[in-house]
């Protein structure tokens, strides 16, 4: 059983940075790993992937302020998120696409004040 548990959401205001962390009870070194984050009423949507390779991807709203690193041995994936936002508050997700299926954490909820 695949499981995802996220840590380091919380309040903060415009301009300071939070970090994601994401531990999986799986090892990770062969599958692409990825942050969501959803809002109220709206669907969620990918932040930042990182694939087995090492290559990342980016939302554009996060280009340059968001980056999404993993480690293979310690089987985690973390989000460095710098100059948060308010349109950065959101529920974060950890993502694994493991051998076709889906998997995600509990999320964990970052705000971001003016």
């Known amino acids: 059983q695949v499981q995802l548990v996220e840590s380091g959401g919380g309040s903060v205001q415009e301009g300071k940075s939070l970090k994601l962390s994401c531990a999986a009870s799986?090892?990770?070194?062969?599958?692409?790993m990825a942050w969501y984050r959803q809002t109220p009423g709206k669907q969620r949507e990918l932040v930042a992937l990182?694939?087995?390779?090492?290559?990342?991807k980016y939302d554009d709203s996060v280009v340059g302020r968001f980056t999404i690193t993993r480690d293979n041995a310690a089987n985690t994936a973390d989000l460095q998120m710098n100059n948060l936002q308010p349109t950065d508050t959101a529920v974060y997700y950890c993502?694994?696409?493991?051998?076709?299926?889906?998997?995600w954490g509990q999320g964990t909820q970052v705000t971001v004040s003016s």
């Open positions: 799986i090892s990770i070194g062969l599958y692409n």
């Open positions: 993502n694994i696409n493991y051998r076709g299926t889906m998997y």
């Open positions: 990182i694939t087995f390779y090492d290559i990342t």
